[in-house]
């Protein structure tokens, strides 16, 4: 009933910026906490950066200063901003958020949702 999108993934030169955006559509009630995902290949999946619907963010150490994130509650979106990039940051980035859905028309639930990723580049 809920589907996660990402988008602005790409190809830029260490040092360079990108701007990762993912929206949440279906029939939600309210999002709670969003974050972004990285997966690098042959390593497990890590938390990159989360935000609460009240704006508390939390950033992996490795990102601190170089990246930030928001969301737009109205939009049912969140952002990943995303400078100086190093090419260890190559990776797909996943979308993830905990969601309120209606599982009825009198009733609603609670899951967890991820994207299908999109692929960050980083070259030296």
């Known amino acids: 009933q809920v589907q996660l999108v990402e988008s602005g993934g790409g190809l830029v030169q260490a040092g360079g910026s990108l701007r990762l955006s993912c929206a949440a559509s279906?029939?939600?009630?309210?999002?709670?906490?969003m974050g972004w995902y990285r997966q690098a290949p042959g390593k497990q999946r890590e938390l990159v950066a989360s935000t609460t619907r009240g704006g508390s963010t939390n950033y992996a150490d490795s990102v601190k200063g170089r990246f930030t994130i928001s969301r737009d509650n109205a939009k049912n979106a969140v952002y990943l901003q995303m400078n100086s990039l190093k090419p260890e940051d190559t990776a797909v980035y996943y979308c993830?958020?905990?969601?309120?859905?209606?599982?009825?028309?009198?009733?609603?639930?609670?899951?967890?949702?991820w994207g299908p990723g999109t692929q960050v580049t980083v070259s030296s």
């Open positions: 279906g029939r939600i009630f309210s999002i709670n906490t």
């Open positions: 993830n958020a905990d969601i309120t859905y209606y599982s009825n028309n009198y009733h609603r639930s609670v899951n967890d949702y």
